[in-house]
Every structure is written in structure tokens, then in C-alpha cells.
């Protein structure tokens, strides 16, 4: 898993099946000083309580995403799965 | 999971068996602020994506986990299209 910056939201009508009433949030992954590191990219959100601007946990590994989600057929890569409250390192 | 714009379709009159019947469009991946980020890739179309429109991509497996049948060789997907991105 890898923390991540919330920047915005991304809403689509037209979609795969598997995205009906799932939330898409666009993350900026961090570094440990949780500071900008690498290409933003789309994360489902799970915690359905993250917003722009929260640092969250992002699962980023479809196997396990399956299994959150309780369905093998999913074409899901990227989720939300906590809101980072405090990072100490 | 990530943004593209739709630049281009790739016809192949011959492909790999489970291919067949399925769309390819060219889409330069974007970044959060709509700005090209990275190479040009061919990706399956599953929500009739058309040259010009913002979607977002699956890539891997979960590409292929879009496509039915779902054992297909794809490593990117359309799975849908942007209405809006609130950054």
C-alpha cells in the first residue's frame, strides 16, 4: 500500500458495470516527508469518507482489491482502503 | 487506474482469438491537470469511447477482467467516460 494525496474527483456517467455507485478520486502518491513522489492516477474509494486534500492509504494491487470488494471479476486496480490520520517516521 | 484523451483506432483484421469484435483506440494518458502524461498506448474499448473524449483506463490484468470473455490479451482498457475531473 502507498500514501497518497487526494486531489479532486473524477465523475463519469457512461461506464463498465463494475464502477456503478463506486466513488473515483484522483490520488497524488507521497513520499515518507508526504511530499509529492510520481504520476497522480484514479483510486476507487472504499472508506467512502476521504476528500479532497486527506492523505489515505491507497491498495494499489487488484488481487486484494477483489477480495475486498467480494467479487473475482472485477477490473478494479486502485483503493482507497483507509484515511491516514498520522504518519510518523 | 488513470485519465486519457482518445487520439486514434487501430484496425487489425487479424488478432488473437478473444479479440475479436473488440475495439482498439489509441489514447495518450493524462494527468491530473488533462496534460499528456507518458506514451501513447492502444487500449480495448468498452464503453464506446470515440476520438477526442476523456476517459479513464484500467491497466494489467484488470484490463483483460473487462473484457468478456476475460481471459483476452489486453493490458489496457476503457472503462469510462469523463464527465468531469474536480481537481
Known amino acids: 500500500m502507498i500514501l497518497c494525496k487526494v486531489l479532486g474527483t473524477v465523475t463519469a456517467t457512461v461506464k463498465h458495470p463494475a464502477f456503478t455507485g463506486r466513488k473515483l478520486m484522483i490520488v497524488q502518491p507521497l513520499d515518507e516527508q508526504q511530499k509529492p513522489n510520481g504520476k497522480s492516477f484514479i483510486a476507487v474509494d472504499h472508506s467512502s469518507s476521504a476528500g479532497a486534500g486527506d492523505t489515505v492509504l491507497v491498495l494499489r494491487e487488484g488481487g486484494g482489491v477483489r477480495q475486498i470488494l467480494e467479487d473475482k471479476t472485477l477490473p478494479i486496480r486502485s483503493l482507497i482502503v483507509g484515511v491516514v490520520d498520522e504518519v510518523d517516521v | ?87
Open chain 2, 1 to 87: 487506474m488513470y485519465l486519457g484523451r482518445v487520439i486514434g483506432t487501430v484496425v487489425c483484421e487479424r488478432k488473437y482469438e478473444g479479440l475479436e469484435g473488440k475495439r482498439l483506440l489509441v489514447v495518450q494518458p493524462l494527468d491530473h491537470e488533462q496534460k499528456p502524461s507518458g506514451p501513447v498506448e492502444v487500449a480495448v474499448d468498452t464503453v464506446s469511447a470515440r476520438p477526442q473524449d476523456i476517459v479513464y483506463l484500467v491497466g494489467s490484468r484488470e484490463a483483460a477482467l473487462a473484457c468478456d470473455p476475460t481471459f483476452v490479451p489486453v493490458d489496457a482498457a476503457i472503462v469510462g467516460l469523463v464527465d468531469s475531473v474536480d481537481v
